[in-house]
């Protein structure tokens, strides 16, 4: 099953961008679906994710109160909304989803079985 990332860009430091995930013919609506970035040559790190469970979503620190993960369960879509970005937002971000993932292991990406292919952010100063 393959995951479609997409919404990214190049933008300037304070500005906004809304990524997108879609799953053609998969169903959301039973998975913990997350949102993980990469820098070259670094681990893949957790940046939110909505638990299967309750649906409630959870932030890494660094980009609580700027980023708003969502689901659309009628469209098969999530999103990362960004706000206030800053240049050390810069980074590949993948979108995730699993049907296995425990509370505990939701910012682990070996937790998530389905990895969208990755899109592009940077934010210059």
């Known amino acids: 099953v393959q995951l479609q990332a997409s919404g990214g860009g190049l933008v300037q430091a304070g500005d906004s961008l809304r990524l997108s995930c879609a799953a053609p013919?998969?169903?959301?609506?039973?998975?913990?679906m997350g949102w993980f970035r990469q820098d070259p040559g670094k681990e893949r790190d957790f940046v939110a994710a909505?638990?299967?469970?309750?649906?409630?979503?959870y932030y890494a620190d660094s980009v609580k109160g700027r980023f708003t993960i969502s689901r659309d369960n009628a469209k098969n879509t999530m999103y990362l909304q960004m706000n206030s970005l800053t240049p050390e937002d810069t980074a590949v971000y993948y979108c995730?989803?699993?049907?296995?993932?425990?509370?505990?292991?939701?910012?682990?990406?070996?937790?998530?079985?389905?990895w969208g292919q990755g899109t592009q952010v940077t934010v210059s100063s």
């Open positions: 995730a989803a699993s049907r296995r993932a425990i509370l505990s292991s939701i910012r682990s990406p070996s937790a998530y079985d389905y």
């Open positions: 013919g998969r169903t959301f609506s039973g998975d913990t």
């Open positions: 909505l638990f299967r469970n309750t649906g409630r979503p």
